[in-house]
T-cell receptor, first 112, second 116 residues
Framework: KQEVTQIPAALSVPEGENLVLNCSFT??????LQWFRQDPGKGLTSLLL?????REQTSGRLNASLDKSSGRSTLYIAASQPGDSATYLC???????????FGKGTKLTVNP | DTAVSQTPKYLVTQMGNDKSIKCEQN?????MYWYKQDSKKFLKIMFS???????INETVPNRFSPKSPDKAHLNLHINSLELGDSAVYFC???????????????FGSGTRLTVV
């Protein structure tokens, strides 16, 4: 059974800092890994999707890496801004299914 | 143009009532899902449909019944609502491109259900 863990659970940083969010998963036989952002009271916004054959994906100030063999992914946010404040969720499919398993998220607060 | 849209956004109802949540996606995806986010913000899958066929059914009370009239729509009907059903329900869709690969999941904005 796939389990996803995200560390830290919460993070507070001053504006401008670079930061790393961590995600680990127990079953390395994944097809892809997806990072989402959730703002309070809102839905999930997809940030980055990494297929199993890829090692990283970049979008603007965000960079996500994937190390399947060790069951880890990191989301790097450069030059953080207050608008980056949200909960960041990591998710992977379970086994060969379409069932997406989520971590509990990292709540990020960027202070002006 | 909203990719995955859910209605209603908010739903407040009394215990024992029956209610439905509707979901539509205009992405042409084959697979649609219902996820539940509980009070601790943890997201868990409830159901998945592929081309109108149920493929995932987690341990969900049979008071919850999904219905997919076509591959662009997946509705969730809940009978005899209980206090513990209060949560945010998210619809999502994805498109498999073969050998388990897909272009990722697209989520709707959620329906906040409050049972009083």
């Amino acid at each position: 059974k796939q389990e996803v863990t995200q560390i830290p659970a919460a993070l507070s940083v001053p504006e401008g800092e670079n930061l790393v969010l961590n995600c680990s998963f127990t079953d390395s036989a994944i097809y892809n890994l997806q990072w989402f952002r959730q703002d309070p009271g809102k839905g999930l916004t997809s940030l980055l999707l990494i297929q199993s054959s890829q090692r990283e994906q970049t979008s603007g100030r965000l960079n996500a890496s994937l190390d399947k063999s060790s069951g880890r992914s990191t989301l790097y946010i450069a030059a953080s801004q207050p608008g980056d404040s949200a909960t960041y969720l990591c998710a992977v499919p379970q086994g060969g299914s379409e069932k997406l398993v989520f971590g509990k998220g990292t709540k990020l607060t960027v202070n002006p | 143009d909203t990719a995955v849209s859910q209605t209603p956004k908010y739903l407040v109802t009394q215990m024992g009532n029956d209610k439905s949540i509707k979901c539509e996606q205009n992405l042409g995806h084959d697979t649609m899902y219902w996820y539940k986010q509980d009070s601790k913000k943890f997201l868990k899958i409830m159901f998945s449909y592929n081309n109108k066929e149920l493929i995932i059914n987690e341990t969900v009370p049979n008071r919850f019944s999904p219905k997919s009239p076509d591959k662009a729509h997946l509705n969730l009907h809940i009978n005899s609502l209980e206090l513990g059903d209060s949560a945010v329900y998210f619809c999502a869709s994805s498109q498999e491109v073969g050998q388990g690969l897909n272009y990722g999941y697209t989520f709707g904005s959620g329906t906040r259900l409050t049972v009083v």
